[in-house]
């Protein structure tokens, strides 16, 4: 009897340590600064999916190709979202093959999309290096020179004083640490230096004033990564130069999770890396202070999504947890201003 009741007492223990475990796990969350909330947003425009591209032009954001639970898996329809009225509406498709993992960039009011995977294995064995230029003012699609970099998928775009820069990513036989500068006046690609943190894939970018930055991602081993690197086009002679940004003094490395596929927003010159594969945390970036400060994550584990800003609001959705299967629909915005509402979680 004295065994059963020493038993139950252990058990009734360990229930109420993980009730307080998990009580004050919520607790932590609720007092870090941002609110994600889909109240009144209506869902992503297509079909549920993954691995898809976005980007924004003006106050408009673009979402588009991907995988799919389609009869077609692989698909290449695009959708607008306005911000203000709240709506989606089908654009002109994608002129390439269905695909999905391509990359997107945007120019002087032009988006450009390329690169992925389309399972054709005839060709390339699925991998693409084909890319177009959208024009929203015509809703219309132009093929523009192929990357200079070769066929591949999860490569990782930024652009810096109206040039765009590719790379990383990887294909069937090999993971790539290249870059690539796109100049939309002579339609040409010219290889930069070298990526100083080795190849990778599922990088993270994103551009604050005159810097680019990009970091995390996943090694050809699986490993994935929590540094990070500027880059400053003007350096090295003009072929840019790649800068390690260490941690501040004092921070804590340990508890700075490593992630790959990720999304990013850059709000009021500070950056927050949202979620990725098996992740849902956030982190805000603040270069001046070359800060990282947690913030309230996203609801559920999300990577492989698309994401893009309007005004101060950042928005994602679509993706999953680990890039596989038919992906999600829903669309969350994200205020990083304001603290968490379980209101707006509906």
């Known amino acids: 009897m004295f065994n059963t009741l020493k038993k139950t007492s252990l058990a009734l223990l360990v229930a109420s340590t993980a009730l307080v475990q998990m009580s004050c796990h919520k607790d932590d969350d609720a007092e870090k600064q941002g609110n994600w909330f889909r109240k ?5 425009g297509g079909s549920i999916r993954t691995n898809a591209v976005s980007f924004v032009i003006g106050s408009v954001g673009y979402i588009g190709t991907g995988y799919t639970n389609e009869t077609v898996a692989r698909v290449k329809d695009f959708w607008a979202y306005n911000a203000e009225r709240q709506t989606w509406s089908q654009i002109t498709p994608f002129p390439g093959s269905g695909r999905n993992s391509a990359t997107a960039f945007v120019l002087k009011g032009k988006a450009y999309v390329g690169g992925g995977f389309d399972n054709v294995t005839a060709v390339d064995a699925g991998y693409k290096k084909d890319f177009y230029e959208y024009d929203p003012a015509t809703n219309k699609w132009d093929a523009i020179a192929d990357f200079g970099g070769g066929p591949r998928q999860f490569a990782t775009s930024f652009v810096v004083n109206d040039r765009a820069y590719v790379g990383l990513g990887y294909n069937a036989s090999n993971y790539y640490q290249d870059f690539y500068e796109y100049n939309p006046t002579t339609d040409k690609w010219t290889e930069m230096a070298t990526f100083k943190g080795g190849k990778r894939t599922g990088a993270i970018s994103f551009t604050i004033g005159a810097k680019a930055y990009v970091g995390f991602g996943e090694s050809n081993s699986q490993t994935s990564y929590k540094d990070i690197y500027s880059f400053d086009p003007a350096g090295n002679g003009g072929a840019g130069n790649w800068t390690r940004v260490d941690f501040a003094d004092g921070f804590d490395q340990d508890a700075f999770p490593a ?5 990013s927003f850059v709000i009021d010159g500070k950056a927050y890396v949202v979620g990725g594969k098996g992740r849902s945390d956030v982190w805000e970036y603040d270069p001046g202070a070359n800060s990282w400060i947690e913030r309230a994550p996203f609801p559920t584990q999300r990577g492989f999504a698309g994401a893009f800003v ?5 928005y994602l959705g679509t993706g999953s947890a680990s890039g ?7 669309f969350w915005g994200f205020d990083p201003s304001q603290p968490i509402n379980t209101d707006d979680d509906l």
Do not use: A, C, Q
């Open 259 to 263: 992630r790959s596929y990720g999304s």
């Open 310 to 314: 309007v005004g101060k609001i950042g």
């Open 324 to 330: 596989s299967g038919g992906g999600t629909d829903d």
């Open 40 to 44: 009144d947003l209506p869902n992503f």
